[in-house]
């Protein structure tokens, strides 16, 4: 079965610390991979996404994820975190294969920032 | 990229009535969009898929006379949670699929049944 999981459910950090949010994945094909950020009350925002290539993803905010296909991973992380990182971090992949396209979301792991 | 609005973006309805959620493609011609829930503190669960000009197909558990779908064209889908409760508040999202390398989520609805 399709599966995502994130390990974490609640990370805190200290700002300028770094940051990895580990991603685990369960799926039959060649994964299309998905990292989103959720501030509270809010929409989805695309951090990055894997599809084929480098298996390391530059993404947008400094933030970058590793495709380890061995371990059916795709981590994100960030150098050195800021307090407006502050949110719900998503890891998704996407069910393309005779599915249209849906994505099959992470239980999310919440970040928080203490100064 | 495309561009998804939803309306309304909030919504406070009594227990009983019906809620109608719209899920626009403003410059995208979309075959195919998804309908997500996602209750506080959780994740984003797929409820059903919305194909153009046909049925919708629903996720194990997903009530689909509660939660009629219409995608009447390329470019809107509505998302209709009839006889609404409590247990309905939720955000919805709807996401279209783009191709294998685009996705485009809407803003998303946040619907609070009294």
């Known amino acids: 079965a399709q599966s995502v999981t994130q390990p974490d459910i609640h990370i805190t950090v200290s700002e300028g610390a770094s940051l990895e949010l580990r991603c685990n994945y369960s799926?039959?094909?060649?994964?299309?991979l998905f990292w989103y950020v959720q501030s509270p009350g809010q929409g989805l925002q695309l951090l990055l996404k894997?599809?084929?290539?480098?298996?390391l993803v530059q993404g947008i905010k400094g933030f970058e994820a590793e495709f380890k296909r061995s371990q059916s991973s795709f981590n994100l992380r960030k150098p050195s975190v800021h307090w407006s990182d502050a949110a719900e971090y998503f890891c998704?992949?996407?069910?393309?294969?005779?599915?249209?396209?849906?994505?099959?979301f992470g239980q999310g792991t919440e970040l928080s920032v203490k100064p | 990229g495309a561009v998804v609005s939803q309306h309304p973006s909030r919504v406070i309805c009594k227990s009983g009535t019906s809620v109608k959620i719209e899920c626009r493609s403003l410059?995208?011609?979309?075959?195919?969009m998804f309908w997500y829930r996602q209750f506080p503190k959780q994740s984003l669960m797929l409820m059903a898929t919305s194909n153009e000009g046909s049925k919708a197909t629903y996720e194990q558990g997903v009530e689909k006379d509660k939660f009629l779908i219409n995608h009447a064209s390329l470019t809107l889908s509505t998302l209709t949670v009839t006889s609404a409760h409590p247990e309905d508040s939720s955000f919805y999202i709807c996401q279209i699929a783009g191709g294998k390398e685009t996705q485009y989520f809407g803003p998303g609805t946040r619907l609070l049944v009294l």
């Open positions: 998704a992949v996407g069910a393309y294969y005779n599915q249209g396209g849906k994505l099959i």
């Open positions: 410059d995208f011609q979309a075959t195919t």
């Open positions: 799926y039959g094909a060649t994964p299309y």
């Open positions: 894997y599809f084929s290539g480098d298996t």
